[in-house]
């Protein structure tokens, strides 16, 4: 009981530095509890032993703000909210929001203003008994934001939320919840800035998206994380009868990172598109699952993953189609293709089909793990393109269309930096 | 610029320990045009592959210089800046990238650093050439080849050719799987490139395309080297009689070296 009791104390300098209400400390004092008794989780190909559940002291004070952070924020005119260490360093609001109702605000914020909201959809799509690093979430979250845009209203910026973690005793706990009410139309981006870590803490990070009837949400994501700490990430969506949730999450990496990015496809008609770059360096060990959960009829699902694995990295890419007893008529394609770049680097695709619905309109997978075209290479070549910029030229080509579909330019610009330095060193 | 002089002697070439070309000797001078026609599997594509340098070919023996340089010392790229290009009959399909930018990049590649050719400039020239070439413009932005019909991709890299402007092309089946029409097409693109700086090696199986671009020199590739040579009249006298008489004629029983055609 003495770690219990210890850590305990993290829960309550966490709700206390956020000066949240009673309701919310006992969500967290439960989930701790939950955190503490649950077993340790076993996955398929990634051995969490080592691991451990440190949580590390949350910081009460954050540092300033890394350079290139500034200047990426600087860069950006849509809403957001750049979070370090958890905190709250600032909110930049437009015209866009405000005006039709819309609230874009911190979540610790959102517990105090917005109370009824909140209450109804935290922890409703990604629980807190759903594994034990969702458990940790609820408990220890800092910093993330609370977006609701209410019934018809279409927003065209997206909205943003930046964290940098620059604490070097602490996990990450992040959470973001995103409601789109009937028939509103918004896009999400999640970007994370992180530093090499020594010690081996564990972070949660989740997004949980409720996407009501008829509306259309897309979630853009641009990940780095460096070596040393544990990362779970999920990232859930409730789609809606007739309504669009999209991702397009990337990840530029060498951490030991545990990602679910899912949709559950509930509402009849209900659609869900994932795209996913992965690129991988270093010893980087990325355990990710594209998944799709058709519970409504007639729900359709795509999901693409591209991974370029560089160096020792290590991944193991899963997408999972679902579809449940009673989901007729659903229709679902999984497209996985992942080039090892270095001859140390080892990926693996999983393609997973449970089907247990007689009636499915079409259900497809193709996936493939290898090396780069050598034809290709050397037909680029043969034009005169040298050996290294017609490997780059490919590479690009290849997540060309999933870093198109990333919902923002600075986003965009940021995600092919991050994948050219891996790329060109 | 003095005009290209691209040199092949005595080569020898393997794939996976079997000899395929066994001494193959050709001399190509800017504003010549040569056919190499022979049978399948004689080592007409083994000796195109060869000469742009494909990883999968090993040359054993002989030389292969353009004008005066060692084209053997170098990679597949150093040979196509030194002006040789290989118009290929399976060209590679590259998701991803467009067309206009894989041909920019390769311009670019043998442009000294910070003497690009402007982007304005690039695209008028392609557009132009497009048109020339009957490809509808909206390929620029297509992906490589992706999606291509056979003959979308043989104009492509007609196309090529023409922006990238070699000293030595060699044509590799280039009429293989083209209709008439698009035939034509590629023979005007091949014709209108005809001067002193530019040769070409024309590799066919058929005499049908040497009735639109006429060769100035044909040569029969059989075993794996050049059997025999002449004019325009060999092709011709190979059409009407087929390749037999020419076996009788100079005793070979089985012409092929290779499996593949």
Known sequence: ?425 | MAKPNFQVEDLHVSIEGKEILKGLNLHIRGGEIHAIMGPNGTGKSTLASSLMGHPHYEVTGGRVTLDGQDLLEMSTDERARAGLFLAMQYPSEVPGVSNANFIRQALNARMEEGKEIPVLKFHRTLQEKMKQLNIDPVFAERYLNEGFSGGEKKRNEILQMSMLEPRIAILDEIDSGLDIDALKVVANGVNSMKSDNIGFLIITHYQRLLNYIVPDYVHVMMQGRIVKSGDAKLAEELEAKGYDWLKEELGIEDETVEVDA
């Open chain 1, 1 to 425: 009981m003495t770690e219990a009791n210890t850590v305990s104390l993290q829960v309550h300098a966490v709700s206390s530095a956020f000066q949240e209400p009673e309701w919310v400390l006992r969500l967290r004092e439960d989930a701790w509890q939950r955190f503490t008794e649950m077993p340790e989780p076993r996955l398929e190909k990634t051995d969490l032993r080592k691991r451990g559940w440190e949580t590390g002291t949350f910081v009460a004070s954050p540092t300033g703000v890394p350079e290139s952070v500034r200047h990426y924020v600087n860069n950006l005119d849509h809403p957001y909210a750049l979070f370090v260490d958890g905190h709250l360093i600032e909110v930049k609001h437009t015209e866009a929001q405000g005006q039709q109702g819309v609230i874009f605000t911190d979540i610790h914020t959102a517990t105090l203003k917005h109370e009824s909201l909140v209450k109804e959809h935290l922890a409703s799509v990604v629980k807190v008994d759903d594994n034990k690093w969702s458990a940790l979430s609820l408990a220890l979250f800092a910093g993330g934001i609370f977006l609701y845009v209410p019934r018809n209203v279409q927003v065209d910026v997206p909205f943003e939320s930046v964290h940098v973690f620059t604490a070097a005793q602490s996990g990450t706990y992040p959470r973001n919840l995103i409601v789109a009410d009937e028939l509103a139309d918004v896009k999400f981006i999640d970007v994370t800035f992180s530093p090499e870590q020594k010690e081996k803490f564990t972070s949660s990070h989740v997004t949980e998206v409720v996407a009501k009837a008829g509306s259309r949400v897309h979630v853009g994501t641009a990940d780095e994380f460096a070596k040393g700490a544990t990362y779970f990430v999920t990232r859930r969506a409730l789609v809606g009868k007739d309504a669009v949730v999209e991702w397009t999450v990337s990840d530029v990496s060498n951490a030991f990172t545990v990602e679910l990015v899912e949709d559950i496809l509930e509402g009849t008609g209900a659609r869900g598109e994932t795209r996913v770059i992965g690129v991988g360096y270093g010893r980087q060990h990325m355990d990710l699952t594209a998944s799709m959960v058709h519970r409504g009829r007639h729900t359709e699902s795509d999901i693409t993953m591209h991974g370029a694995l560089r160096e020792r990295a290590n991944s193991v890419f899963r997408s999972c189609t679902e579809i449940v007893k009673g989901a007729v008529g659903a229709g679902s394609e999984q497209h996985d293709r992942m080039i090892m770049i270095d001859r140390t680097a080892r990926a693996d695709a999983i393609p997973m089909l449970l089907i247990d619905e007689n009636d499915v309109n079409r259900c497809g997978h193709a996936a493939s793990v290898g090396k780069i075209d050598p034809n290709q290479v050397y037909y680029l070549m043969s034009r005169g393109i040298p050996q290294a910029l017609a490997t780059q030229m490919i590479i690009w080509g290849y997540l060309h269309d999933s870093v198109e579909a990333l919902p923002s330019a600075p986003l965009r610009d940021l995600v092919v930096a991050r994948i050219e330095r891996e790329l060109s060193r």
